[in-house]
């Protein structure tokens, strides 16, 4: 059985019905909740947003100091439980799994040569590393993430060395949660993926704040990508 985490609050009636159906496709997911500063107290946090910044001077935005709460919750929860190399699932409230039966059947067999594993990442744009690929059927490839395409924390799994590190990397509030490339050691830590995506991020309007939608460049993200592609063929 899969275990592992979705992240959801009681006020996102919105995504009440995908959340439960998330829970009836996994039975060993369990509720998180959410953090949301602007609804709940939060120790610190007007003094840590009036200082933080990231990319390229933007302010860091109340839900995404949230979401990276969220996170290190269920992260220090795996450390404080795992007992073994296993693997445990986190996805979001909107997520939405596209092959059940896949992830169900290779789950463990795809994770157990990596720490930190990508079954989606950056809205269907990650790559892998092509001297790593390899198939897993006529759909499906897996192999090691090239990280600059590596973003969203919609439908990725770790263990406990995984957490250990991720918690260590953002103690200092510097970056969103899902930047993984601009944090984690790579050196350190085995980073992996599979596409296409097994799990997307669902259709609908950010719950962290209308500005976080505003930022999404898709024409950049098309650049990027095709950058992308071509240096992971090269790796």
Same mark, same amino acid.
């Given at each position: 059985m +899969? &275990? =592992?985490y979705v992240i959801t609050a009681d006020h996102e009636q919105a995504r009440l019905a995908n959340v439960q159906q998330l829970l009836s496709q996994l039975p =060993? *997911? #369990? #509720? @998180? @909740? @959410? +953090?949301?500063p602007e609804k709940q107290r939060v120790p610190f946090s007007s003094r840590i947003l009036a200082t933080a910044r990231h990319r390229r001077g933007n302010p860091y935005l109340p839900g995404e100091l949230g979401? *990276?709460?969220?996170? &290190? &919750?269920?992260?220090?929860? +795996?450390r404080a439980t795992a007992t073994t190399n296993e693997h445990f699932l986190i996805v979001e409230s909107d997520s939405q799994i596209n092959d059940l039966t896949l992830l169900q059947k290779e789950f463990a067999a795809l994770t157990s040569s990596y720490d930190l594993f990508f079954w989606g990442a950056w809205l269907g744009n990650m790559v892998l590393k092509r001297s790593t690929r390899s198939k897993v059927d006529e759909t499906y490839e897996v192999g090691e993430a090239f990280l600059p395409s590596v973003s969203g924390a919609y439908g990725y799994s770790l263990n406990r060395k995984a957490a250990n590190h991720l918690l260590k990397k953002t103690g200092k509030l510097q970056w969103p949660v899902d930047e993984f490339k601009r944090y984690i050691d790579p050196t350190y830590l085995r980073v992996g993926g599979i596409v296409p995506e097994v799990i997307t991020q669902g259709p609908g309007v950010s719950t962290i704040e209308k500005e976080a939608n505003a930022r999404i460049n898709w024409t950049l993200i098309k650049l990027l990508n095709i950058r992308n592609q071509l240096l992971a063929y090269c790796s």
């Open positions: +899969i &275990r =592992g =060993g *997911l #369990k #509720k @998180a @909740a @959410a +953090i949301y979401v *990276l709460l969220s996170n &290190r &919750r269920i992260w220090m929860d +795996i």
